[in-house]
């Protein structure tokens, strides 16, 4: 089992920054990917930022510039860095851990999700 514990979350106003943090534990074999996703109401899930295990660091055109990923691949916890907020960036926040967990004598993959964090930028 795997699980993520998210921190981070909360109402700041327009213009201000918060910093988001995804504790990762359990029986971890090798990870993939981590990275944040989004959802707004009424809206699909979205990815955020995410860094894979080949040092490749993806961002959301909407927030290039004004978010950053911690780049320190498979260390715990995982940051998310959120400058410049803008009430289009409320929603609730989930962190997404991928990989492949020690399970028997033959690594298991796995797609884990935090409970998620709600961010509310206020205007």
């Known amino acids: 089992q795997v699980q993520l514990v998210e921190s981070g979350g909360g109402l700041v106003q327009v213009g201000g920054s918060l910093r988001l943090s995804c504790a990762v534990s359990g029986n971890i074999y090798s990870l993939n990917a981590m990275g944040w996703y989004r959802q707004a109401p009424g809206k699909q899930r979205e990815l955020v930022a995410r860094?894979?295990?080949?040092?490749?660091?993806d961002y959301a055109d909407s927030v290039k510039g004004r978010f950053t990923i911690s780049e320190e691949y498979a260390r715990s916890p995982v940051y998310l860095q959120m400058n410049s907020l803008k009430p289009e960036d409320t929603a609730v926040y989930y962190c997404n851990v991928v990989g492949y967990l020690v399970d028997g004598p033959v690594p298991q993959p796995f797609d884990s999700w935090g409970q998620g964090t709600q961010v509310t930028v206020s205007s």
């Open positions: 860094v894979t295990s080949r040092g490749i660091i």
